[in-house]
């Protein structure tokens, strides 16, 4: 069973920056795509960023310029790197993973951007 372990959420001003991490762990192959999602309080869940393969990367319009996402295909690590951030960016982040016609979703973690 593939579990998707995400870290590095917490409380960060406006302007702040923070660094989400997320890794399959339970599978030794490698994961054809992986992505962040967010869900605010009231609000649907959202994709913010995707990476398919090691290159292909897409972004949600709200986050364009401001985040960055990679990964570490040998460890099947992803990584999300949040800088400039608002107040409208908190929400509980999920990272999932896809292989195949399979997919695993995190647990979610926590950003709060607040003053």
């Known amino acids: 069973q593939v579990e998707m372990v995400e870290s590095g959420g917490g409380l960060v001003q406006p302007g702040g920056s923070l660094t989400l991490s997320c890794a399959a762990v339970?599978?030794?192959?490698?994961?054809?795509?992986m992505s962040w999602h967010r869900q605010a309080p009231g609000k649907e869940r959202e994709l913010v960023a995707g990476?398919?393969?090691?290159?292909?990367?897409h972004y949600a319009e709200s986050v364009k310029g401001r985040f960055t996402i990679s990964r570490d295909s040998a460890k099947n690590t992803m990584y999300l790197q949040m800088n400039n951030l608002k107040p409208e960016d908190t929400a509980v982040y999920y990272c999932?993973?896809?292989?195949?016609?399979?997919?695993?979703w995190g647990q979610g973690t926590q950003v709060n951007v607040s003053s």
């Open positions: 339970g599978t030794r192959f490698r994961l054809a795509a």
């Open positions: 999932r993973g896809v292989i195949g016609a399979n997919d695993w």
């Open positions: 990476i398919i393969g090691d290159s292909k990367r």
